[in-house]
């Protein structure tokens, strides 16, 4: 068995192919490496990837339609792990373009591949940003999300109903992830725990949106990869035999915490006190996420494990060694 994991060098990514090649799956990673945040940081994983023996490295955009379709040609993937893709909620205000050409272009590029190539399953990320302007908690996916608050929630929510469609018509078996809030060592720079640490030990505010009124169903990146790996050994079925069906499973810890409770944890997890920027709610956000996962534990027996002091102790102590700081 082969398996693809696009997005090999992203945080998500990065930790899910390491995941099958330790569990000794043969696995074949893509990453275009762009510039969004450290490239330094992405190869540094990459090295640590690079040293498992089932695992495989091609540096490529999904957007390169013929260079993908070879690559499929060449590996004929059992399953594919699609989690590349332009990340960031405020980032999309900014540059739309980069969201259009991979959420969607490249999106659509996979699909096309697996249409072609059929594996037996195709396990892509979606996001808890699609449930949007939705106001009713927990996140269910059975609850309406017709209403994105910002570009990159809306190209997820266009991967959900482009992967629906495929299904339809060439019999994919698809499941389709709603992420919440994940962190943990490795993470993107972008993310709120990365920048409050960093500006923290620098003696510089963090800025608090919403005036701190705000929650997250943080998500610990191992659970997360247990949740990936439990679920790409159970494929969606569906009614009848030869058809398609695309499957959507939110993935989160199922407990939502105050953002100024998760600033305490890494407070103390760093044994630094920090200091407030209190700032209004910042276009394309939501005040609260809070995920329903009981799908995804019925399908799967997904039950998370770790809790949030913990997951910001592993964070802070992965950040340090990383940075070189002393305690």
Same mark, same amino acid.
């Given at each position: 068995?082969?398996?693809?994991? !696009?997005g090999?060098a992203?945080?998500i990514?990065y930790h899910t192919a390491?995941?099958m090649a330790?569990q000794?799956?043969q696995?074949i990673?893509?990453?275009? +490496?762009?510039?969004y945040?450290s490239?330094?940081?992405?190869g #540094?994983r990459?090295?640590?990837?690079?040293e498992?023996?089932n695992?495989?490295?091609?540096r490529m955009?999904?957007?390169?339609?013929?260079?993908?379709?070879?690559?499929?040609?060449?590996?004929?993937? !059992?399953?594919?792990?699609h989690l590349?893709?332009q990340? &960031?909620?405020?980032y999309?205000?900014?540059?739309?373009?980069?969201?259009?050409?991979?959420?969607?272009?490249?999106f659509?590029?996979?699909?096309e591949?697996?249409?072609?190539?059929?594996?037996?399953h195709f396990i $892509? #990320?979606?996001?808890?940003?699609? $449930?949007?302007a939705?106001?009713?908690?927990?996140?269910?996916v059975?609850n309406?999300?017709?209403?994105?608050?910002?570009l990159y929630a809306?190209t997820?929510r266009?991967?959900?109903?482009l992967?629906?469609?495929?299904c339809h018509l060439y019999?994919?078996k698809?499941? &389709?992830l709603?992420?919440?809030?994940?962190?943990?060592?490795?993470?993107?720079p972008?993310?709120a725990l990365?920048?409050?640490?960093?500006?923290?030990?620098?003696?510089?505010p963090i800025?608090? $949106?919403n005036?701190g009124?705000m929650a997250?169903d943080f998500? $610990?990146?191992?659970?997360i990869?247990?949740g990936?790996?439990l679920?790409?050994?159970?494929p969606?079925?569906a009614?009848k035999?030869?058809?398609?069906v695309?499957?959507?499973f939110?993935?989160g810890?199922?407990?939502?915490? #105050?953002? @100024?409770d998760?600033?305490e944890? +890494?407070?103390?997890a @760093?044994?630094?006190k #920090?200091?407030?920027?209190?700032?209004?709610l910042q276009a394309?956000?939501?005040v609260? !996420?809070?995920?329903?996962v009981?799908a @995804?534990?019925?399908? !799967?027996?997904f039950?998370?494990q770790?809790d949030v002091?913990?997951?910001?102790?592993r964070?802070?102590?992965?950040y340090r060694?990383y940075y070189?700081?002393?305690?």
């Amino acid at each position: 068995m082969t398996v693809l994991v !696009t997005g090999a060098a992203g945080f998500i990514g990065y930790h899910t192919a390491q995941r099958m090649a330790q569990q000794g799956q043969q696995v074949i990673g893509i990453d275009n +490496l762009n510039n969004y945040y450290s490239v330094e940081l992405k190869g #540094a994983r990459l090295k640590q990837l690079c040293e498992l023996p089932n695992f495989e490295f091609r540096r490529m955009d999904i957007v390169d339609k013929p260079a993908l379709m070879a690559l499929f040609d060449q590996y004929r993937f !059992t399953e594919v792990i699609h989690l590349a893709a332009q990340a &960031g909620v405020r980032y999309s205000l900014d540059n739309p373009d980069a969201y259009a050409q991979s959420n969607l272009v490249g999106f659509l590029n996979v699909l096309e591949a697996c249409r072609f190539h059929q594996p037996a399953h195709f396990i $892509y #990320a979606s996001s808890s940003s699609a $449930y949007g302007a939705n106001s009713e908690l927990p996140y269910s996916v059975d609850n309406p999300v017709e209403r994105p608050v910002s570009l990159y929630a809306a190209t997820k929510r266009a991967n959900e109903l482009l992967a629906s469609s495929y299904c339809h018509l060439y019999g994919l078996k698809a499941s &389709g992830l709603r992420f919440f809030t994940v962190y943990g060592p490795w993470g993107r720079p972008d993310m709120a725990l990365f920048k409050f640490a960093q500006a923290i030990l620098q003696g510089e505010p963090i800025d608090i $949106y919403n005036n701190g009124q705000m929650a997250r169903d943080f998500t $610990y990146i191992d659970d997360i990869v247990e949740g990936i790996a439990l679920l790409r050994c159970k494929p969606p079925v569906a009614e009848k035999e030869g058809e398609g069906v695309n499957k959507l499973f939110n993935i989160g810890r199922g407990q939502p915490i #105050a953002l @100024l409770d998760f600033v305490e944890c +890494l407070e103390k997890a @760093l044994g630094v006190k #920090a200091q407030y920027n209190f700032l209004p709610l910042q276009a394309g956000d939501v005040v609260s !996420t809070w995920a329903d996962v009981s799908a @995804l534990a019925q399908w !799967t027996g997904f039950s998370p494990q770790v809790d949030v002091a913990d997951g910001v102790s592993r964070f802070v102590r992965w950040y340090r060694d990383y940075y070189q700081i002393l305690s």
